[in-house]
């Protein structure tokens, strides 16, 4: 589904991705993690066109789509929430979905005209089913900006999986959670958005991760440094060592 290769990205003086290779097949999930500053958000900004590499290459399902605008990357059907939240906070709930899905780009002259004819009914059902389905349901009428920062979280799932993408990237989706919001967002991610779907889950909390992963891959300064299943990956000496910042200095 997803292969990047040798993909690099300078910000300034730092190498915020540096040569990375990762492969994410078909159907399943990649678990994302490594130390703050480790180029996960600069991966997802990347491959979703937000900014250019600096070189190497990304495929989509064989495709080369590296550099390409974000508008034509959500054409790929890649879709993502962000780890600082990116909700219109003055409109409603319902709303921040039923744009997410208007902003849907139409694909050719054909599915141009057939989403014309599409009853306008027919995609508000398609919201409040969402809506439902994200347990959104009873804040359809609240502003985004109003709502818990749980409740933000899954609104910004919905947003996503409202254009039903089929590599889905999600930035620390129980980021500032309790631990009773992350098991829901956990159960959540796993009835709703991997199912017949290619995911990319980038998150500290490895309650989280374990029970979505199949695999997991580490990231330390832009370099891919583990992977493998979850447990392999914690047993990893050098994730250790990336984690209490001594991995710069071991030989
Ligand atoms: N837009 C940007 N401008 C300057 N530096 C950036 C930018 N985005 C990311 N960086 C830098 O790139 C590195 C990786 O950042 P990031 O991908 O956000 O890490 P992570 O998500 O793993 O915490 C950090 O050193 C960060 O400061
Ligand atoms: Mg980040």
């Known amino acids: 589904m997803l292969k990047v290769e040798g ?19 078909d159907g399943s999930v990649l678990g994302l993690i490594g130390p703050n500053g480790s180029g996960k958000t600069t991966l997802f900004n990347v491959l979703t066109g937000v900014y250019p590499a600096d070189s190497g290459h990304i495929y989509l399902r064989g495709k080369d789509v590296t550099n390409l605008k974000p508008q034509q990357i959500i054409r790929h059907g890649v879709a993502r929430t962000f780890q600082n939240l990116r909700l219109y906070s003055r409109l409603t709930v319902f709303d921040n979905v039923w744009v997410a899905q208007h902003s849907l780009p139409d694909v050719g002259l054909r599915e141009l005209i057939l989403a014309r004819r599409k009853p306008e009914r027919a995609r508000r059902e398609a919201v409040s089913t969402m809506l439902d389905v994200t347990g959104l349901a009873d804040h359809a009428d609240q502003l985004a900006g109003g709502l818990p920062l749980a409740l933000q979280r899954r609104l910004e799932l919905a947003r996503a ?9 999600l930035d620390e989706p129980a980021g500032g959670m309790t631990p009773a919001e992350t098991a829901d967002m956990a159960d959540l991610i796993h009835h709703i958005a991997t199912p017949n779907r290619t995911c990319i889950v980038i998150e500290h909390k490895m309650e989280l991760l374990s029970s979505l992963c199949q695999r997991m891959c580490v990231l330390n300064f832009g370099r891919k ?27």
């Open 7 to 25: 993909l690099s990205r300078m910000f300034g003086g730092v190498e915020a991705l540096a040569g990375l290779d990762l492969q994410v097949h």
């Open 161 to 169: 999986l409202i254009r039903s993408p089929d590599l889905l990237l």
């Open 225 to 251: 440094i583990a992977e493998g299943n979850p447990q392999q990956v914690l047993d990893h000496p050098d994730v250790l060592e990336a984690y209490l910042g001594r991995s710069q200095s071991s030989a």
